[in-house]
T-cell receptor
Framework: AQSVTQPDIHITVSEGASLELRCNYS??????LFWYVQSPGQGLQLLLK??????LVQGIKGFEAEFKRSQSSFNLRKPSVHWSDAAEYFC????????????FGQGTELSVKP | KAGVTQTPRYLIKTRGQQVTLSCSPI?????VSWYQQTPGQGLQFLFE???????NKGNFPGRFSGRQFSNSRSEMNVSTLELGDSALYLCASSSTGTGVYEQYFGPGTRLTVT
């Protein structure tokens, strides 16, 4: 069965420090991968997606993610974190020909220290 | 362009009652998906509608149902509410209908069952 694992439930980083959020997936076919962010009381905002091509993808708000097929990973990175980045981050996999169905990881809550 | 809107934003119901939640997709989007978000189970796919037809369904009991209208607006209904149905219900819309595609989420409806 398809699954997405985010190993870190909660991460705290200092403002200005770099960030990497981990995501591993289990899916037999070509994965279609997404990162979403959710602020308290809000819905999910799409940060970036990987469908094919260049394995390093750029997203909004200065985020990027790298797809590594050999490691079944799609880690999210940001070189310098801002206090406004504090939120919950979700990795998701889309299933081909089940386009409206996303399988989400459990989420990683990011706290930012001043 | 206006985003995905969901009404109502907050709802309190009593066990055994039924509830209807509404979702208006982004103009021009024909696919609407619904998700349930709880602290214990995370984000889980309920179902997807495309052109008024249910195309995908998650592993939820038959008490959870939905429909889509000709203007792409969607409703989901939960009958015979249980305490465990307390959750944030998110809908997401997308413009395309094949393969895998990115989804845009609304702010959610927070349902509390007492």
């Amino acid at each position: 069965a398809q699954s997405v694992t985010q190993p870190d439930i909660h991460i705290t980083v200092s403002e200005g420090a770099s960030l990497e959020l981990r995501c591993n997936y289990s899916y037999g076919a070509t994965p279609y991968l997404f990162w979403y962010v959710q602020s308290p009381g809000q819905g999910l905002q799409l940060l970036l997606k990987y469908f094919s091509g260049d394995t390093l993808v750029q997203g909004i708000k200065g985020f990027e993610a790298e797809f590594k097929r050999s490691q079944s990973s799609f880690n999210l990175r940001k070189p310098s974190v801002h206090w406004s980045d504090a939120a919950e981050y979700f990795c998701a996999v889309g299933l081909y020909n089940q386009g409206g169905k996303l399988i989400f990881g459990q989420g990683t809550e990011l706290s930012v220290k001043p | 362009k206006a985003g995905v809107t969901q009404t109502p934003r907050y709802l309190i119901k009593t066990r055994g009652q039924q509830v209807t939640l509404s979702c208006s997709p982004i103009s021009g989007h024909r696919s609407v998906s619904w998700y349930q978000q709880t602290p214990g189970q995370g984000l889980q796919f309920l179902f997807e509608y495309f052109s008024e037809t249910q195309r995908n369904k998650g592993n939820f009991p038959g008490r959870f149902s939905g429909r889509q209208f000709s203007n792409s607006r969607s409703e989901m209904n939960v009958s015979t509410l249980e305490l465990g149905d307390s959750a944030l219900y998110l809908c997401a819309s997308s413009s395309t209908g094949t393969g895998v595609y990115e989804q845009y989420f609304g702010p959610g409806t927070r349902l509390t069952v007492t």
